[in-house]
């Protein structure tokens, strides 16, 4: 497939073409990370654009959802309740290598566009699906948020403190992970592709990709009898790993190997620690975690941040000062990793906005395009894809098929 003129001869998708056929977050960011990275997306959503262009919080009138997720997108608009629409939709998708949706399952088949008929139109075509339970299953038809992903992978019930009640985390992360597999399910269906000349159906569930997520707790849970409960911010494996406050704020350390407490002890003044039975190794210090934790605590309250954060650099124990967002936004280390970055937009001037955490040294991705606005590419697309003649374009407007 041609290369389009805005991708640059090392990227490393360029020639490779996605049609986004999603919303919100999980299918959007999926897409935008593969437009990162080079390939053309073409975003269709319908006349007047897609419902998270309404969501707060807004930035000069435009939902930052919008903002945040469709970066490096050609806009194009489609009315696909409309008669023509699915013959211009298969038209699309003739001419393209991904077909990325999040609709609920059976949504695409109702539109007459589902696996076997993309399949039908274009063997060559990946389709990937991100829904909230899968393509499979008793709760396939069920609507999903991110929280209820939170909830219903176990996530949820070990977020919190243990005289607390069960807590959502404060990012989306369910969509977010979903995203991830999703650009992984993609870049696998393609080089599968590159073997055997025929495209597949990538199947993302929400609830899969964060259950994922939840490390040996599950297998403890089947193969041992296990079931771990809340802990706050206490590591559920080593001791000290904790969240404790300074006199000016958290910070967050964590000393819990045989290695590192040591070095801990030695920092708080207290090397006697390292050979005190109750803390000499990992089973007696988690025996003896409030003893341990308290001991800490009354360390690092007397001192700020900063100078507790100088003592543990110096002594080699891994720890962070707990930041806002604010902090973390503007933190030199994020600013070295260029993940905050400016965009120009046509109409809206500099946008600041997430960078990338890809980072190739070879082909790395770039931003060629601001996020469009609702069919701000209508006329480009359709007449370069599809050869649609101005007239045509007109007339599509006015019985409000685009």
Known sequence: MPTTPDQSDISPLGGIRVL???????????????????????????????????????????????????????????????????????????????????????TLDAMGLGWERIHEINSRTVLVSISGFGQTGPNRDRALFDAIAQAASGLMSMTGQADGEPTMAGAFVADHIAAFHGVMGTMLALAARARTGQGQHVDIACLDALFACMGTLPSAWRMLGQQTGRSGNRDHITVPANTFPTADGHVYLHAGTDALFPRLAKAMGRPELASDPRFAGQHDRLANVEALDDIVRGWTRLSTVEQVGGELAAAGVPYAPVATVAQASDSAQVRAREMMIDVEHPELGTLTLPGMAIKLGATPGSVRKAPPLPGEDNADVYSRLLG?????????????VI
């Open 388 to 400: 649609f003649t101005a007239e045509r374009l007109e007339s599509m407007r006015a019985d409000g």
């Open 20 to 106: 986004d056929l999603s919303r919100f977050i999980a299918g959007p960011l999926c897409c935008q990370i593969l437009g990162d990275m080079g390939a053309e997306v073409i975003k269709v959503e319908r006349p007047g654009g897609e419902d998270s262009r309404r969501h707060v919080p807004h930035y000069q009138g435009h939902s930052l959802y919008t903002l945040n997720y469709n970066r490096n997108k050609y806009g194009i608009t489609l009315n696909t309740r409309h008669a023509e629409s699915l013959e211009v939709l298969a038209d699309l998708v003739r001419r393209s290598d991904v077909v990325v949706e999040n609709f609920r399952p059976g």
